[in-house]
Structures are given as structure tokens and as C-alpha cells.
Nanobody, 124 residues
Framework: QVQLVESGGGVVQAGGSLRLSCAAS????????MGWFRQALGKEREFVAT????????YYADSVKGRFTISRDNAKNTVYLQMNSLKPEDTAVYYC?????????????????WGQGTQVTVSS
């Protein structure tokens, strides 16, 4: 059972930056696609970004494209989400997820393992 632990959330002013990290308990995630999702209060969980097993393919939600960057370090079993130019509407709990398939995935039902989430709050 793969365990995922997110970190790096916090409170930031609009226009600021944060970098989220997702550490996995097993090296097997080096063959998995990884993703970030978020869930704002009272809303459904939504896709943010995904990266394939090698890091050579990525895909983003339109709402974050050009501002967020997903990356991974397979030697450290860690995935990152660099978030720049943050907006109040980015406020949410951010979740890391692992998909046993190696290709990018945008639907939350495709993911097999989930972290507990980290809160990101952007103040105006």
C-alpha cells in the first residue's frame, strides 16, 4: 500500500508563491503517473495537474496553466507542485495522488492512492 504525504501548504498573499511536496513511501511510484487535485470548501474535488512516470509529459487544468508547474524526482520518491501568481480562488485543500498506470491521467477515478491533503489559503 503506497502512502502519500503532502507538505508545503500555508497562507500566502495574492500574487505570492508556494511549493507543495508529495513524498511517497515506496519507490514503485517511479513507474506511476502522479497528479495534484484540489477541493475548495463546498465544492467537488477537481483536477489541477498530472505528470507521467518519467516526468516528460505533463498536463494542466486551464485555470492553473502558466502559473503552476508539476515536477518529480524519482530518486527521492517525491512529486512537486510549484504554484506562482496565486489567486484567492486557488484556496483549497490540495491532494496528491498516484495512478498505477504510467501515463498522464486527469480523472480522479483513475487514481489508486491518495494523500491526506494540505491546506492552501490565498488572501486578497
Amino acid at each position: 500500500q503506497v502512502q502519500l504525504v503532502e507538505s508545503g501548504g500555508g497562507v500566502v498573499q495574492a500574487g505570492g508563491s508556494l511549493r507543495l511536496s508529495c513524498a511517497a513511501s515506496e519507490r514503485t511510484i517511479s513507474t506511476y503517473a502522479m497528479g495534484w487535485f484540489r477541493q475548495a470548501l463546498g465544492k467537488e474535488r477537481e483536477f489541477v495537474a498530472t505528470i507521467n512516470w518519467s516526468g516528460q509529459a505533463t498536463y494542466y487544468a486551464d485555470s492553473v496553466k502558466g502559473r503552476f508547474t508539476i515536477s518529480r524526482d524519482n530518486a527521492k520518491n517525491t512529486v512537486y507542485l510549484q504554484m506562482n501568481s496565486l489567486k484567492p480562488e486557488d484556496t483549497a485543500v490540495y491532494y496528491c495522488a498516484a495512478d498505477r498506470s504510467p501515463v498522464v491521467a486527469v480523472h480522479l477515478t483513475e487514481y489508486d492512492y491518495w494523500g491526506q491533503g494540505t491546506q492552501v489559503t490565498v488572501s486578497s
